[in-house]
């Protein structure tokens, strides 16, 4: 896939794991596996936090809107950057109003709307992709401190 295609000369991705989203006990399943990756790859405690928070976030969104898909978990070597790439795609519906969904507080499933718009503020890379009746797909970095 493309969103892969990072800067291939300097970026080297290994163990993309694949966890796939259908169920809330799925979500916890990715968002525990973000977790342990960022902690293996010596994040800090408050860092690995927002990685799960991150992957809770676009997991929630894929069994709330879209029912199923998929969460990737990638670890980007890049020294002396670590860092960590999370993509989130389904086949969805689509978000229709992308500007809107990502300026926070809109919501078609009467949430605070807050999800997208934090997850953007909490990474280095922010990449959405979405069409109505093509699914969504979000990737994002984020970099050790
Ligand atoms: N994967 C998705 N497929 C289709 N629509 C989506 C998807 N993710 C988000 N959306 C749309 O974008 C809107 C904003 O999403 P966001 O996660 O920011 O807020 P929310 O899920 O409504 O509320 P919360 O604050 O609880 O996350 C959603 O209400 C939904 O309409
Ligand atoms: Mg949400």
Redesign the pocket.
Known sequence: MAIFQVNTATTLMDTIETVPIRTVTDIVIARQRGRDRALSMRFSETEATLIATIIS??A???V???QH?EILIGSLDNPPRRGISIV?R?E???????Q???L?G??????????????RRMVDEFQLE?APGK??T?AVKKWAR
């Not at 969805?92 to 992308?98: C, K, L, N, R």
């Not at 809109?106 to 718009?117: F, I, K």
């Open positions: 976030e676009l929630r969104n894929i709330l809107y879209a898909g989130s389904d969805g519906p689509g978000i229709a109003d992308v809107r969904a990502l926070g809109y919501s078609t499933s009467g949430g605070l709307g807050l999800g997208l718009c934090g997850v979405t699914g969504t979000v």
